[in-house]
């Protein structure tokens, strides 16, 4: 079996409802995901939970709930927000199934065969209200500690701790001598700036059952359970584990699968938030390294959402909740909104505002208008039958798909859509230079219309392929009113000249319906 592409999201904890950070992870790896089954390969996209640690369980406490009924009840409602996002994941990861588990339980073994860890005692300051160690950097500047640490006592603590160490300038060679390792430049920077400046500490990897009892049990003493982030990054390589794939499972000496055998690792991107970092390309790649595993292409990093100018927090209520944006305005109209507001990088601010300027304007009067328009004219004029045809805008319909391509790759979504828009932009200009309602009128003009109306067809079938990625349900849409029987979802159909003359096209229909634009309560 040839490797598919493997792209993954962070997995999140269960210990509340999704919000837009959440949402717009999913649907950036999506936007990927989707660009290369346009590019014609194999696609798996991992998405899921992190159902450990003691978040989750304060959360369960908090509901009144046992753990597990409390984990099983919400990854119900998150997975039916990964549907809701249209998203193409090909599997969804629970952390505390059966299937996950016993591959933490290998790697663990793995491990420890290669005397990769050590027991150690710890003796530091305790904070039971917030349930961690404090560090010298928690203490005010008079040596005492806040208040809201509760009461902190000094306690001692056996624990198992992970050789990172002594892996410390490979990492920093790995990430040198592989500049797509980390993306974009700027958290590669960051990472280089702190493994140049810092003591790699190892890894403390377990938490005493006393103290935390929700989670992986430490296979070799059973007095441990596994601390959530050994668990959690597990994740990306348990899935290819549990389908089959042959590098991960003969790393772990796992034995040949009795199903499938997809081949999955090492994954091609990992994308997550800029604040898990150091767990992504530190941590996780020296783990990798241990097990005898190759390490994945890229981290992509991308920025954080704040509402308003603000952090976004429930206490306050200046949360934006995307289910009620995707109920109503549509699912496009909240993918489009993310992908186009916010570059992979840097932080981004949401405000209702923007989000109705940029659907009235570029959705609504700019894309939506040249479909309809070009649509309703076709019919008017000449039945809806594509004429012979026609070049006109043919270069430069074909410099805005190798731009929009050559965006897409390298993960500059945002660039991608600005590109499409080129084209949209371009030939709404066209229509209103042209005036094919004008050429209408006049018999002698009948040759000069047809031209116009074919490279107006053209462009918005190819503006339906380019489209796909990012928003699927319009693609389709336009694909549909285009009367095509293909499914626009193959970049190579982005190439001049695919509609065919003496096609009968479809009736047109708004594919972003003009909105009341009243301010909203
Ligand atoms: N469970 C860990 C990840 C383990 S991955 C092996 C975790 N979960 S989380 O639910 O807190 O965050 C999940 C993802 O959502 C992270 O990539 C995080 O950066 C992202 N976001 C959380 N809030 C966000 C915003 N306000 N904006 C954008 N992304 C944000 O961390």
Known sequence: MSKQFYITT????????????????????????????????????????????QKVEQAAKDAGMETQAYCDRLAASWQSFVKKLGLINRDFVRTTSPRHKDV?????????????????????????????????????????????????????????????????????????SNPDFVQPTNRRNEVLGFLKNN?????????????????????FDAEFVTYVW??????????PAAHGDDTVRSALQLGASSGE???????????????????????????????????????LVHGWWQKDGEKMSKSTGNVVDPVAVIDEWG?????????????????????????????????ANGLGNLANR???????????????????????????????????????????????????RRANEYVDKT????????????????????????VVRILGVLLWPFIPESAGRIFQQLQLEDSPDRLALAEWGGMKAGHQTGKPAPLFPRKDLAPRN
């Open 10 to 53: 962070a997995i999140d904890y269960v210990n509340g409802e999704p919000h837009l950070g959440h949402a717009y992870e999913k649907v950036i790896t999506d936007v990927i995901a989707r660009t290369h089954v346009a590019l014609g390969e194999e696609v798996f996209y991992l998405t899921g939970l992190d159902e450990h640690g």
């Open 199 to 219: 003591k790699l500490e190892d890894l403390c990897s377990t938490r005493p059952q006393n103290r935390l009892s929700w989670g992986i049990p430490f296979p």
């Open 230 to 239: 050994f668990d959690a990054l597990t994740n990306y390589i348990s899935i």
């Open 435 to 458: 005036a094919p309602f004008k050429l209408a009128k006049d018999p002698t003009q009948s040759e000069r219309l047809d031209e116009v109306l074919y490279n107006l067809t053209e």
């Open 261 to 299: 055998s997809l081949s999955l690792w090492p994954a091609d991107v990992h994308v997550i938030g800029k604040d898990i970092l150091k767990f992504h390309t530190v941590y996780w790649p020296i783990m990798l390294k241990a097990m005898g595993l190759p390490l994945p292409k890229t981290v």
């Open 374 to 424: 070009s649509l309703s004219m076709l019919g008017r004029y000449r039945d809806g039958i594509v004429p012979a045809r026609h070049d006109e805008l043919a270069e430069e319909a074909a410099r805005f798909v190798g731009e929009t391509v050559a965006h897409l790759k390298s993960h500059n979504l945002q660039a991608g859509l600005q590109s499409i828009w080129g084209l949209v």
């Open 104 to 176: 933490v339980q290998a790697v663990l073994n793995r491990l420890n065969d290669k005397g990769e860890f050590y027991k150690k005692t710890y003796t530091g300051w305790y904070s039971a209200k917030e349930e961690t160690f404090l560090t010298e950097k928690d203490r005010n500047e008079d040596g005492s500690f806040d208040s809201k640490w509760g009461t902190v006592t000094e306690l001692e603590e056996d624990n198992y701790y992970f050789k990172l160490g002594e892996h410390q300038q490979w990492l920093i060679d790995h990430i040198e």
């Open 331 to 363: 699912l496009d109209a909240f993918r489009y909104y993310v992908v186009r507001e916010l570059g992979i990088g840097p932080d981004g601010n949401w405000t209702d505002e923007s989000f109705s300027n940029r659907y009235s304007n570029e959705l």
